[in-house]
């Protein structure tokens, strides 16, 4: 489906009944046409944080807490994020015998939704750990060019160096809008790489061309992946970013060459 027909920048009245039609797919096959002999492409997971979840006890009584959603990167469809906060808005007066019942809802109807098997874990509102970053970081360099646009020939080598390198950079300064409404995305992508040594102030001038690019999460870590791989040709490379929340939640895909080189999920401080 065309995410024209989407509720994204609509006026929309939030439902309060359960409604698990309101859940919105969007095909991945036409953003990754031009990816599509990248190696990893469909190789990850998008990890989704959810902090508004809310449904009642057989009593009535509200429950709270917060949801991790998995969802494979093999999945035909991503699941449009209006339609996502508004579907589990819509379990707020809907009652279940127990916290498995909930799960077992919500994981049948994602499932439907994205073509894939999709995993939701719950956490006590208090016991999702914030996590530091660790590695490299980039943002104290200054690069020679910038752009404000998508710009993957501006990655290069370590021209001063034939170093073999594996290293883990990131950058808080990922930038990019929402395609449909315009409305900024921030995140901070970890990059980790095996190959030639790269040159870091290339990597992040390519970081900031995205400051003002329209692309969906999922497809903009994508981009980043492909151009990564397709211009500094590492033997191995991971790419994860970890975008701020907005409307109670907030989305992390990552991609890698590897399946070894899966992380685990975090939550920084900024989400």
């Known amino acids: 489906m065309s995410v024209e027909h989407s509720l994204l920048g609509k006026d929309t009245n939030y439902p309060t009944e359960y409604q698990p ?4 797919p969007i095909s991945r096959a036409t953003a990754r046409e031009k990816y599509a002999h990248v190696e990893g492409i469909r190789q990850g997971k998008d990890w989704w944080h959810i902090f508004e979840i809310s449904w009642l006890n057989t009593a009535g009584v ?8 998995t969802l494979p990167a093999t999945s035909p469809n991503l699941i449009e994020s209006k339609s996502l906060k508004l579907y589990f808005n819509s379990l707020n ?4 015998d127990s916290k498995e019942a909930f799960i077992a809802t919500v994981e049948k109807d994602l499932s439907n939704a994205a073509q894939v098997d999709v995993k939701l874990d719950l956490f006590h509102i208090d016991d999702l750990e914030i996590s530091k970053p660790e590695g490299i970081c980039l943002d104290n360099l200054t690069p020679k060019r910038l752009e404000n646009h998508p710009d993957a020939t501006l990655l290069a080598l370590d021209k001063e160096s ?3 390198v594996e290293v883990q950079l990131y950058s808080h300064l990922l930038r990019s809008n929402c395609p449909v409404t315009g409305q900024p995305d921030w995140g901070t992508v970890f990059i980790r790489y095996q190959g030639k040594k790269p040159c870091y102030k290339s990597i992040l001038a390519y970081i900031i061309s995205y400051r ?4 969906f999460h999922e497809q903009c870590v994508e981009q980043i992946y492909a151009d990564l791989w397709q211009y500094l040709q590492p033997e ?4 994860y970013a970890t975008y701020t929340r907005r409307g109670g939640l ?4 990552c991609r890698v060459s590897d399946t070894t080189w899966m992380p685990r999920p975090i939550r920084l401080a900024r989400q």
Do not use: S, T, W, Y
């Open 162 to 164: 034939d170093e073999q």
């Open 21 to 24: 039609d309101i859940l919105f």
């Open 212 to 215: 003002q690019h329209n692309g």
């Open 236 to 239: 191995k490379l991971m790419v």
């Open 250 to 253: 907030d989305i992390n895909p």
């Open 93 to 96: 007066f809907a009652k279940f």
């Open 62 to 69: 509200p429950q709270v807490a917060i949801g991790r959603m």
